[in-house]
């Protein structure tokens, strides 16, 4: 097929015509046309006017390994030469499929040692909630059936996953909550806890989990679901004393815990995934986007044995998507991984790109007068923006801040995200120093001009 060849007004008028956007406001289209990207290569993007941009966050923080890699490209096209598709409904399986089970057993945490493969993060975690539900009903416990997660909390967009998130916006989408599911506070200290110690803070939020399974008896309450640093909520890393606390609670009441590492999975906090950079040790595990680093959807629930143990008793289960362990999907996982080891990336992140990327941030950002705090662990950062960095007053929420220094940072070459009145990045895990750098001078020169606008409105 030829390549259709079109300039970004081109393309941003066809767009505009026939798509509809997630997570956008259709009027933002019409003060401005979205951003069309053609290529990309490393840490980099193009759009179609072949300008070249750093990507702050590795795609939707999915690209770990960076765009243009060899190595997955040819895995996915031998696999499509050999088996394009077979499912593994019913008894079938496929080669990459068992192998990334395999795979995927060395590197989770002990215990878990079962896989079933999914297609998006938001499908784990919809089969998170049915497995654990046919779990308690086969333990003889059906009513143990409500779940608990976060405000701020993000678990995805099918209509479970929205429930079990705690998105207010979401929740008021058409209506979009369920009974039981529940939601306790988020871990931010800064926003929640600044008249207390953040280890004291931490076993507060942690303890209104204890508070709310005794509200509603723990013979009701089936699993606690969170993300070990929340990242869509705005990259809310929890204070040291939190998880220990989370872990004792679920096991003091027999709360199955779920770790979702949709995004701190597969190096983003340098180790293989943030339960093991927080000793959480989960009973099931959803993870999603650095699996295949977002070449192709494919996302996997890890399950415990003990888990998996009853639910073999449970007779059929009876769930399941057409594209469940894709051949193609699952060897460009397998790729993935092997890169990663081969290049030592998660060391690479631990020992050196995310120590450097904390300290650059905080140099670069921590006088600046629109910044309170600059958080997060690994390559995840957030910034929170204030009015005033004295009494840490906030703006006006319909000022937009964070837009308008987003829109900023994509003049000056730069993708980063703006969540609620945060700026939060999340580079591919090959970013060079150099990068950081242009990303940290970028974002400070942003939130100059932010300033200026700022200042210009009131
Ligand atoms: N869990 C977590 C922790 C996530 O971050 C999902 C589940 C859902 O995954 P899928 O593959 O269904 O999208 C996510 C997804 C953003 C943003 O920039 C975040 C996500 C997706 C899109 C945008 O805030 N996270």
């Not at 960076?66 to 077979?86: C, D, F, P």
């Not at 507060?204 to 679901?225: H, M, Q």
């Not at 997060?376 to 964070?402: F, I, R, S």
Request: net charge negative; with cysteine.
């Amino acid at each position: 097929m030829p390549k259709v060849e079109r300039n970004s007004k081109e393309w941003q008028a066809l767009d505009v015509a026939h798509h509809l956007h997630p997570f956008t406001d259709p009027k933002y289209f019409d003060a401005k046309a979205p951003l069309v990207v053609t290529r990309a290569e490393g840490s980099h993007v193009w759009d179609a006017d072949g300008r070249k941009i750093l990507d702050g966050m590795a795609g939707l923080w999915c690209v770990n390994v960076g765009y243009g890699r060899k190595a997955l490209i040819e895995a996915s096209h031998a696999q499509m030469s050999e088996l394009a598709y077979y499912n593994v409904f019913f008894q079938s399986a496929t080669p990459p499929q068992i192998e990334l089970s395999r795979v995927l057993a060395e590197l989770t945490p002990a215990g878990l040692n079962h896989f079933f493969f999914t297609n998006s993060g938001s499908e784990a975690n919809d089969s998170i909630i049915r497995i654990v539900r046919h779990f308690w009903a086969t333990e003889g416990q059906p009513e143990k059936n409500i779940f608990i997660g976060r405000t701020l909390g993000y678990h995805g967009s099918t209509l479970a996953a929205t429930a079990l998130g705690g998105m207010q916006a979401m929740h008021d989408m058409g209506n979009s909550t369920l009974p039981n599911f529940e939601h306790i506070m988020h871990p931010h200290w800064w926003a929640n806890g600044r008249d207390m110690t953040p280890e004291e803070f931490g076993l507060k939020a942690a303890r209104a989990l204890e508070d709310k399974i005794l509200a509603l008896g723990a013979d009701r309450v089936a699993a606690f679901v969170a993300e070990p640093v929340q990242g869509a909520g705005g990259v809310i890393e929890p204070p040291s004393t939190y998880w220990p606390e989370i872990q004792r609670i679920c096991k003091k009441y027999d709360v199955l815990l779920v770790a979702d590492e949709v995004i701190c999975g597969f190096g983003r906090l340098g180790e293989w995934f943030g339960s093991q950079f927080y000793g959480i040790e989960p009973d099931l595990m959803p993870m999603a986007k650095g699996l295949s680093s977002g070449y192709l959807p494919i996302a996997a629930v890890a399950i415990s044995d003990r888990v998996h143990n009853t639910l073999y008793k449970g007779g059929v289960f009876s769930h399941g998507f057409t594209y469940s362990g894709h051949p193609v999907s699952c060897a460009v996982a397998l790729a993935n991984i092997q890169l990663m080891k081969d290049e030592k990336i998660i060391e690479r992140v631990r020992d050196d790109i995310a120590p450097y990327f904390r300290a650059r941030l905080e140099d670069a950002l921590a006088d600046h007068p629109l910044v309170a705090e600059v958080r997060g662990e690994g390559l995840l950062a957030g910034v929170q923006l204030v009015k005033n960095k004295t009494t840490g007053e906030l703006y006006d929420p319909a000022e937009a801040v964070a837009v308008r220094c987003r829109d900023h940072c994509l003049e000056g070459g730069l993708i980063m995200r703006a969540v609620g009145q945060s700026m939060v990045a999340s580079p591919p895990l090959i970013i060079t120093r150099q990068e950081v750098d242009t990303l940290a001078n970028v974002l400070v020169e942003s939130l100059d001009r932010t300033m200026a606008d700022m200042r210009k409105a009131a």
